[in-house]
């Protein structure tokens, strides 16, 4: 099994910046990809960004140029730097971790941009 752990979630204004984490333990089988999804209100979750683990990202149209994802295969650690936020990125943000043998997903962590 594997938990992934998030952190980093919040309130912030618009234009402004938040980055994510998400830690990745458990019997975690390589390779792998590693990556954000977002729920909004009503909504189906929808891909944000993803890093496999040789390094290659895959980015949502809407969040190309302002996010940047990255990861640490030593410390299993994904991150997700999100600049000029928006008020439609509010959502609940969930780490994946996808390996040969199923989806893993986090708990989620809410990002709201308000004013």
């Known amino acids: 099994q594997v938990q992934l752990v998030e952190s980093g979630g919040g309130l912030v204004q618009p234009g402004g910046s938040l980055r994510l984490s998400c830690a990745a333990s458990?019997?975690?089988?390589?390779?792998?990809?590693m990556g954000w999804y977002r729920q909004r209100p009503g909504k189906q979750r929808d891909l944000v960004a993803q890093?496999?683990?040789?390094?290659?990202?895959n980015y949502a149209d809407s969040v190309k140029g302002p996010f940047t994802i990255s990861r640490d295969n030593v410390k299993n650690v994904v991150h997700l730097q999100m600049n000029s936020l928006k008020p439609e990125d509010t959502a609940v943000y969930y780490c994946?971790?996808?390996?040969?043998?199923?989806?893993?997903w986090g708990q989620g962590t809410q990002v709201t941009v308000s004013s």
């Open positions: 994946n971790l996808r390996d040969i043998r199923t989806d893993y």
């Open positions: 458990g019997s975690i089988f390589s390779p792998n990809v």
């Open positions: 890093v496999t683990s040789q390094g290659v990202t």
